[in-house]
């Protein structure tokens, strides 16, 4: 059963313009990850939030975690055309196992 | 530091032949996973090794696929008697192990799979 589901499927916006993906997902976690994808390429791990954990920066990523409302949200400040990718979350299904993807955000920042 | 290897990286098989992808993970990584995406859409798990044992299996089609991690040498996903549907990117990705409980996980470039 699909876990995280990003919300937008699609975003085309400004380069220049921040950027804010969103994720549900429906149980219980003890952490939350966020994946860039290139087009053609493997995936890159952008940052890790914990369940214990509301917010979180790394660079020009901004990550919240909202236990109560199984959801979380990626905002890109300053986008640039080499953000232009897709965007995944993924949670561990339980413990220390493999991750649940969602069919991500394809994110398009415009020069 | 090397990320983790797959080979080949693209790979064109006909219907009815078998399907070898390899993964080398990181360096004193001895957990890996294999991941299935098809077009427009996210990752699905197959399968998670650790040296010489299948940990979960829960994500691998019951018939043609079967996978590997052996003490030396890389990790292998083999398909066999490959057929349209198998048509996909497959990704392996590796973490350190359980002594880590936050499972941050290293992803290969994917091999592309098309079956003719």
């Known amino acids: 059963s699909q876990q995280g589901e990003e919300d937008p499927q699609a975003l085309s916006i400004q380069e220049g313009e921040n950027a804010t993906m969103n994720c549900s997902y429906k149980t219980s976690i003890n952490n939350l990850q966020w994946y860039r994808q290139n087009s053609g390429r493997g995936l890159v791990h952008l940052i890790l939030?914990?369940?214990?954990?509301r917010e979180k920066h790394s660079g020009r990523l901004r990550v919240t975690l909202d236990t109560s409302k199984k959801s979380s949200s990626l905002l890109i400040t300053a986008s640039r055309a080499a953000d232009t990718a897709s965007y995944f979350c993924?949670?561990?299904?339980?413990?220390?196992?493999?991750?649940?993807f969602g069919k991500g955000t394809r994110l398009s920042v415009i020069a | 530091n090397a990320g983790v290897m797959q080979n080949p990286r693209h790979l064109v098989r006909r219907r009815g032949q078998e399907a070898r992808l390899r993964c080398s993970p990181m360096k004193g990584h001895s957990h890996v996973y294999w991941y299935r995406q098809l077009p427009e859409e996210g990752l699905k798990f197959m399968v998670y090794l650790q040296k010489e044992n299948i940990i979960d299996e829960s994500g691998m089609p019951k018939e043609r696929f079967s996978a590997e991690f052996p003490k030396e040498g890389p990790s292998i996903l083999r398909i066999q008697q490959v057929v349209r549907g198998d048509s996909a990117a497959y990704f392996c990705?590796?973490?350190?192990?359980?002594?880590?409980?936050?499972?941050?996980?290293?992803f290969g470039p994917g091999t592309r799979l098309t079956v003719l």
């Open positions: 939030i914990r369940s214990n954990e």
């Open positions: 993924a949670t561990p299904s339980s413990g220390n196992t493999p991750l649940v």
């Open positions: 990705a590796s973490s350190p192990g359980q002594a880590l409980s936050y499972n941050e996980q290293f």
